[in-house]
Nanobody, 123 residues
Framework: QVQLVESGGGLVQPGGSLRLSCAAS????????MGWYRQGPGKQRELVAD???????NYVDSVKGRFTISRDNAKNTVYLQMNSLKPEDTAVYYC?????????????????WGQGTQVTVSS
């Protein structure tokens, strides 16, 4: 069974930093695309950043220059380094991945979500 497990959330003061991690486990053949989404109170879920298997990255305008997404293919892990955090960054952050997995011995491409990790930016 394939799982995405996030870690690294918490409470931080404005201007502080956090690093989120998301590790994929299970019968993974390869990883195509990985990304981080967030959903703030009363808001829709939005894409924060994503990274392709060739390490091309994309960011929502509100985090450009402050957040950095990276991946370690050997560890099937994606990271989100968040600096200069603002109260408006408060949200549940979700990891998302497009994976090629073995199901019944055959490869299938599926999309997976992590369970989410809370990030709260407050003084």
């Amino acid at each position: 069974q394939v799982q995405l497990v996030e870690s690294g959330g918490g409470l931080v003061q404005p201007g502080g930093s956090l690093r989120l991690s998301c590790a994929a486990s299970g019968s993974i053949v390869s990883i195509y695309h990985m990304g981080w989404y967030r959903q703030g109170p009363g808001k829709q879920r939005e894409l924060v950043a994503d990274i392709t298997n060739s390490r091309n990255t994309n960011y929502v305008d509100s985090v450009k220059g402050r957040f950095t997404i990276s991946r370690d293919n050997a560890k099937n892990t994606v990271y989100l380094q968040m600096n200069s955090l603002k109260p408006e960054d408060t949200a549940v952050y979700y990891c998302n991945a497009d994976l090629l997995v073995l199901t019944g011995g055959l490869p299938h491409r599926n999309n997976y979500w992590g369970q989410g990790t809370q990030v709260t930016v407050s003084s």
